[in-house]
């Protein structure tokens, strides 16, 4: 019903740059929080970032400065500008997005298939 597809992952070397995008389509009547996760080898997933529909955003600390995560409603489209990357980063990234689908009333929970992000020092 939904899909959630992320792209932009990749190899950076520490200090580089990284754009994730992750665009949902489908039987889509609206969407609310969007946001990024991320599972290192061997850890629980964590949230990075998430955004709301009106563009509140909250961030893990220890990202804060260095990521900024912004959506395009028009494209249901959510982004994550990564800069000063660390090799503490690298991690399989997953988008998510609360999703109203056409001919409901509540909102469900999607998740995109995840994409690597790997810096190296």
């Known amino acids: 019903q939904v899909q959630l597809a992320e792209s932009g992952g990749g190899l950076v070397q520490a200090g580089g740059s990284l754009r994730l995008s992750c665009a949902a389509s489908?039987?889509?009547?609206?969407?609310?929080?969007m946001g990024w996760y991320r599972q290192a080898p061997g850890k629980q997933r964590e949230l990075v970032a998430t955004i709301t529909s009106g563009g509140s955003t909250n961030y893990v600390d220890s990202v804060k400065g260095r990521f900024t995560i912004s959506r395009d409603n028009a494209k249901n489209t959510v982004y994550l500008q990564m800069n000063s990357l660390k090799p503490e980063d690298t991690a399989v990234y997953s988008c998510n997005a609360y999703v109203c689908i056409l001919g409901r009333t509540d909102y469900g929970v999607y998740w995109g298939q995840g994409i690597q992000v790997t810096c190296s020092s």
């Open positions: 489908g039987m889509i009547f609206s969407i609310n929080t």
